[in-house]
């Protein structure tokens, strides 16, 4: 699999549309009944920490000290569905990213939902939620949203993810699981295979902590993996999974490998992983599995 580009120019898109109304704040999500689908093992304090020592004021659109209201305001989405084979690959990426950190439309889906009791601490739960509706604004933007076409959480993708992280950056598997390293399955110290720990699987009960009371134990299935490198740790959980997005989006047109899962696989799991913490300006990256059904494409390349 081709390793994820990293992006280094900001993108400004050269046309662009305006709402044709904008859209009121309604808080659709129960965030005190939301379920937690990241691990608890999980370490996020940096990602709590970094964006606000950046200088950014909060983790919602409106906190991102380095993106301005005018650019919010061009980035406004106003209903148009963009076709993938009626423009160019540069166009529909303008379209669908007017900037790396800003896809069309995002803010207003953002205040639309408040995703966020607390937009300077939000949980790993509301997070994990955010993501979903997320994912399923993009596809909204190409006229996926038929309940179909909805992504859906689960909870062995966001494990899973999480112990490719593990594999891939520590050694705390590699004594009771040894193997080739460098392989999908690791170990992985000293390998230059981006997704090393794709397939790498923890027996039933090493599984336990990282999954509900009495959740069955996880196995291999059908899915694909993308490791995403373009995101920052210092970037507010808002729009910190942008990049990853955009980048690949640029990279690799709609059609691409990496780019499919984000509009048709049924079910994902995230997993963001600092390697330097003491790093305010490193990147995160992002590990995404993808599961379940993989639906067909409404565009013909």
């Not at 933007?141 to 909805?150: A, H, K, P």
């Not at 490719?164 to 705390?172: Q, Y």
């Not at 990049?243 to 499919?260: Q, S």
Request: hydrophobic share 30%; with cysteine.
């Amino acid at each position: 699999m081709k390793k994820t580009i990293e992006l280094c120019t900001v993108i400004i898109c050269i046309a662009f549309f305006s709402c044709k109304k904008d859209i009121k704040p309604n808080n659709n999500v129960n965030t005190s009944a939301l379920e937690q689908y990241t691990p608890n093992g999980a370490n996020w304090e940096t990602f709590a920490k970094k964006p606000l020592e950046a200088g950014n004021k909060s983790h919602d659109p409106d906190g991102v000290s380095y993106l301005s209201a005018d650019s919010w305001e061009k980035a406004k989405w106003d209903g148009t569905i963009y076709d993938p084979t009626k423009m160019t690959p540069e166009k529909f990426y303008d379209c669908m990213c007017p900037h790396v950190d800003q896809v069309r439309g995002i803010r207003e889906v953002f205040y639309k939902y408040k995703p966020f009791a607390d937009n300077k601490n939000p949980t790993k739960a509301e997070v994990d939620e955010w993501h979903r509706i997320a994912i399923n604004h993009i596809r909204a933007l190409v006229g996926y949203t038929s309940e179909d076409r909805q992504v859906k959480k689960d909870y062995c993708l966001f494990a899973r993810a999480l112990w490719g992280d593990e594999r891939k950056f520590t050694t705390v598997w590699d004594a009771k699981y040894p193997g080739t390293n460098g392989s999908a399955a690791g170990p992985c110290q000293g390998s230059n295979n981006s997704h090393c720990g794709a397939s790498f699987m923890l027996d039933a009960t090493d599984q336990i902590p990282y999954l509900p009371k009495d959740h069955a134990a996880c196995s291999a299935g059908e899915g694909s993996e993308g490791v995403f490198s373009g995101p920052k740790s210092n970037i507010p959980w808002s729009v910190k999974w942008s990049r990853g997005f955009c980048n690949t989006l640029k990279a690799e047109g709609f059609w691409g490998g990496h780019v499919g899962p984000w509009f048709h696989r049924e079910k994902f799991g995230f997993s963001f992983w600092d390697a330097e913490p003491t790093n305010n300006n490193n990147n995160a990256i992002l590990r995404a599995k993808w599961g379940g059904e993989s639906m067909p494409s409404l565009y013909q390349k």
